[in-house]
């Protein structure tokens, strides 16, 4: 009996703190909300910035529904254009609900820091909302793209984000690290790109790829399959795929990634640096578009040969890309130095931009094909 007491008591006092918590300091009226969901960044014509503010409105009585629509500013900086809004949408914009902010390759290129300072700054926003780069298409169009279901667009995006460890197509980052990484030696990022492509005759925003960062500004754009390469190396696949580049007797095959792990282990010898970076993949056959059974007889050992040879040429040549295009070290190569070999690190972190170029890379992959996700062999039709 005393226990129940105990209980309901405490239900009673969690409902009148819930209660009397309503009247602090930030409580909004919902009627004089503007509830942002989403921002997109782009240059302005008359001023710095046009920013682009997806907003949702709440109507309905007891079916209530989300109606979202956009509204678009420009200011000589991201404060300035945010609350040049009020003018047009007559309530202040309540920024803690946003998803994301997506920014044009121009304002990027130019260096984001005053954007994504305005986020640190404010109080009512947020700094773990995902950072990402439009590719072929302003910000603002991306933002006024169609959904691909009937939910508010940021909303959308933001699952999408959250479901890319299935598919590792895209990177994962908010501004809280893309900050963070600021601070560091070697200072540079990695965010997903995005652009609008066309999906059964509609123009419907796709997050694909990536945008690279040396301290705040962007560098260039990296395609799906450097990016899965990439998250390899960087120890952050934990599925998807992997599609074979040729036939393997007469057939294209897929493995699925059940596991990945990947460990980098820097070797010195005097003054040079060789970078092992060592993956091992748990996988299945997933899909076989041929008539060849790849799991039979030497078929698994044969399988996981190609795929190791292919995910090692594929690396060594994408880090050899990096090197001469981008000459920034996105694989944490310098973080991993610093961490096993504070010493030696010492001694070329000021050269550290030099070292990256020219540093030898040697990647090993090693598969292990597991039971089957389907038939090994094709399914064959009968005349």
Not at 41 to 58: A, C, M, P
Not at 119 to 147: H, P, W
Not at 253 to 267: D, H, R
Not at 366 to 378: F, T, Y
């Amino acid at each position: 009996m005393k226990k129940t007491i105990k209980i309901a008591l405490l239900i009673l006092l969690i409902s009148l703190t819930s209660f009397f918590s309503v009247g602090c300091w930030n409580y909004r009226e919902i009627d004089e909300m503007a509830i942002v969901s989403g921002i997109a960044v782009d240059k302005g014509i008359n001023k710095k910035y046009l920013v682009t503010l997806e907003i949702v409105e709440l109507t309905g009585g007891t079916d209530i529904k989300q109606l979202p629509r956009t509204v678009s500013t420009e200011g000589d900086s991201m404060f300035d254009a945010v609350r040049n809004e009020i003018a047009f949408i007559g309530k202040k914009a309540y920024f803690s609900h946003a998803k994301l902010v997506i920014v044009s390759q121009e304002v990027a290129r130019e260096g984001i820091v005053k954007v994504i300072d305005w986020f640190s700054r404010d109080t009512e926003t947020r700094e773990n909302i995902y950072l990402l780069v439009s590719k072929n298409e302003t910000a603002k169009e991306i933002l006024e793209g169609k959904q691909i279901t009937n939910e508010v667009l940021s909303f959308q995006l933001d699952k999408m984000l959250q479901n890319q460890e299935s598919l590792e197509k895209a990177p994962s980052g908010d501004i809280r690290d893309f900050i963070n990484n600021l601070s560091t030696e070697w200072a540079c990022h990695v965010v997903p790109a995005i652009s609008i492509e066309n999906v059964n005759g509609e123009r419907r925003p796709e997050i694909m790829g990536a945008a690279i960062f040396r301290t705040d500004k962007f560098l260039g754009f990296l395609d799906a399959l450097d990016t899965q390469t990439m998250l390899f190396i960087q120890n952050k696949v934990r599925g998807g795929v992997i599609y074979s580049e040729e036939k393997i007797g007469d057939s294209y095959a897929i493995l699925e990634i059940f596991k990945s792990k990947t460990k980098i282990n820097p070797v010195i010898d005097v003054n040079n640096i060789t970078m092992e970076v060592n993956i091992n993949i748990t996988a299945a056959l997933d899909e076989v578009d041929g008539t060849a059974n790849l799991l039979e007889g030497e078929g698994p050992k044969k399988l996981e040969q190609y795929f190791e040879d292919m995910l090692n040429n594929r690396a060594a040549k994408f880090v050899k890309e990096i090197q001469t295009k981008y000459g920034t070290d996105i694989f944490g190569f310098g973080e991993k130095l610093y961490e096993d070999e504070s010493g030696f690190w010492k001694r070329i972190r000021n050269n550290w931009d030099e070292e990256f170029e020219n540093l030898k890379v040697k990647v090993n992959t090693n598969i292990k094909i597991k039971n089957s996700a389907q038939l090994a062999k094709s399914l064959e039709m009968g005349d």
